[in-house]
């Protein structure tokens, strides 16, 4: 059983290796990852749901097949946990909302059923803002997830769940999905690897819809390397996703291998003007500045490149983000699936009724804040100058970066101006929630890909992200610096995650082998009282 | 610029079906207030000779194949419905008011 703490430090490549040398077997793996959940849950809150008897089932599968010779993926065996955001057959799927609460899809995400096909056993499903609105996760309907780090700050959001699994050893690998940071963010919180794939590089096929125009499912990982391998299981066209581009993933794997030799001869780099001095912490502006001068050395040519309209992204943001979610959101109603709630008895008993109560009740104050500010964006008389305008904001900051990329292969920023904040500490505060993602979200709004990698802890022991951006459908250019940068750093001072304490590894060691019917009650008795508390409150309606 | 103001929210609310409590339509209006405030920029820029970007990448309504293919099973489906019956999906009445 010591043997436990062992095997879930070891990133995904390492653990696959494993597997492809029958060292270790995928049930014992999937097995060591589940007792760290159980050690580990109490005080971080990463899983809404973990579907430990799923996962062992999978695993015996991909064991059986590996004996019979059958010809396995890189990641066979491998296990995974999945943002609730993105829905799973047979495995309740919540986005952190009241609204879906108990609800089990009849289908799988694209991305899960290639994550199926390439043997890799899902642990469970993570945390989030609700409809994945927020940067903390603190708009979970059910707990905020803490960071391993420090559980008294956030993990960022709104993948904060799968940002704190990776990070913390109760998964080697994460899905999250990406509107305007909730992949990279959390990974610069909780020092962990984040993707999110040019706009159509990974099908959005069963991601519960946000913003559809600025929506990617994407990698979070330990590892660039691990990054790259799921990037390439979960990427490609895919019919059911009319965004899907129909091309190939770019080579990614072959980039991050190209990266590990640290030759960044012939790149050239642009660091972004607009995305550095006033607003930003002394300590991430002075590991972004030393991540540079790495790179310099490395051979990359480094130069300043301006993104003129830039400033006007976070605006742009959040007119077109909440018009979108507004539409989306229209779903949720209270016939099909999902939540009910009747109005009370005073009230006519009417399915408009009905619909209204459903939703005052199933969704958060967030969640309201943006579907009422979208409507209005996009109501007669303020279309054009609100969200019309946004749109052409749009057309100009695709104009900025496609001349930037003019000029370098690969442009670079901090992920996020600050690093992680004490939870609570911003929730009350809209405007300066919304600011955590200045650098992250120009990229959503030009649909190219860009990724967060480790850069190193601040005084207080915080992680640090340095954020890598690359022109649309060729994300292999951002892996080939990103791996470069975490050999370079890992020589310097040791691989980050080799800092964190994590005290749940020794007492999941000591507990031993946890059940899975047990495992499964994780976090539900929590999400039952939320869920009674609805019932609590229509009471007092009437 | 935009003002909103608590009746005006209360309209939205009823606009997008969310039974508003009066603090939440208060709160909500003072919000989107500070919100609307910082995000009317996006005019400065937005002339009239920049077109709009709805998919930042554009591609062609893809067709699929005409195939036959599999749908969702309907009972998986229903097993998920807050009430069905006969397998359909039931619906509390539309018309009503005392």
Known sequence: ?542 | MARFTKDQVRHLGSLVRIALSDDEADRLKNDLNVISQSITHVQDVATADVPPTANPVPLEAPLRPDVPAKTLDRDEILAQAPKSQDGQFVAPRILGGK
């Open chain 1, 1 to 542: 059983m010591a043997a436990d703490t062992q095997i879930v430090r070891l990133s995904a490549a390492q653990m696959a290796q494993k597997l492809k040398d029958k060292e270790i077997s995928s049930r014992e793996l999937t097995q060591a990852e589940i007792n760290v959940i159980a050690a580990a849950e109490p005080s971080l809150k990463a899983f809404l749901t973990v579907s430990a008897k799923q996962a062992l089932e999978q695993a015996d599968a991909v064991d059986e097949a590996r004996a019979k010779g059958e010809e396995l993926g890189p990641l066979a065996g491998v296990p995974i946990a999945v943002k609730d955001m993105i829905v799973t057959r047979g495995i309740e799927t919540t986005a952190a909302s009241r609204i879906l609460d108990g609800w089990i899809p009849p289908y799988d995400a694209t991305a899960v059923r290639k994550l199926k096909a390439a043997g890799m056993p899902i642990l469970g499903k993570t945390n989030l803002d609700e409809f994945a609105q927020g940067s903390s996760t603190e708009h979970s309907a059910f707990y905020p997830t803490h960071n391993p780090w420090d559980t008294t700050r956030v993990p960022g959001g709104s993948g904060g769940g799968s940002a704190s699994a990776v990070a913390a050893f109760e998964a080697p690998l994460a899905l999250g999905t990406d509107t305007g940071g909730s992949i990279r963010q959390p990974g610069a919180f909780t020092g962990t690897v984040g993707v999110k794939p040019t706009y159509g590089g990974v099908s959005r096929f069963g991601a519960i819809a946000m913003a559809s125009s600025l929506d990617q499912i994407g990698p979070v990982s330990r590892t660039v390397m691990d990054a790259a391998l799921l990037h390439a299981v979960i990427g490609g066209h895919d019919p059911a996703d009319s965004t899907s581009i129909p091309e190939d993933v770019p080579p990614v794997v072959e980039a991050a291998t190209a990266g590990q030799n640290q030759d960044l001869k012939g790149l050239k780099v642009g660091v972004v003007k607009e995305m550095q001095g006033e607003g930003y912490s002394p300590a991430v502006s002075k590991r972004f500045e030393q991540c540079v001068d790495k790179l310099r050395q490395m051979g990359a040519e480094v130069r300043e490149v301006s993104l003129p309209r830039v400033s006007y992204a976070l605006d742009a943001y959040y007119i077109l983000m909440p018009s979108e979610v507004s539409s989306n959101l229209a779903r949720y109603d209270g016939m099909r699936y999902g939540l009910r709630v009747m109005p009370p008895a005073d009230q006519p008993q009417t399915s408009a009724g009905m619909m209204a109560w459903t939703r005052e009740m199933g969704f958060g104050d967030e969640v309201k804040r943006r579907i009422i500010l979208g409507t209005y964006a996009l109501s007669a008389g303020f279309y054009d100058a609100w969200y019309g305008s946004a749109q052409k904001v749009r057309t100009l900051i695709l104009c900025d970066f496609e001349q930037a990329f003019g000029q370098v292969d690969v442009l670079v920023s901090p992920t996020s101006p600050v690093t992680a904040f004490r939870l609570g500490e911003e929730i009350t505060d809209p405007m300066t929630m919304y600011r955590n993602d200045i650098c992250t979200i120009p990229a959503n709004l030009a649909g190219i890909p860009a990724m967060s990698v480790p850069a190193g802890l601040d005084e207080n022991g915080l992680p640090i992200g340095f954020q890598i951006m690359a022109p649309q459908k060729r994300d292999d250019l951002m892996y080939r610096p990103a791996a470069a940068l975490e050999k370079a750093l890992e020589q310097e001072s040791g691989s980050l995650l080799d800092k964190l304490s994590a005290p749940w590894l020794d007492k999941a060691a000591k507990a031993g082998d946890v059940d899975a019917d047990q495992a499964a009650t994780i976090g539900k008795a929590e999400q039952k009282a939320v869920m009674d508390e609805i019932a609590d409150r229509m009471k007092e309606e009437r």
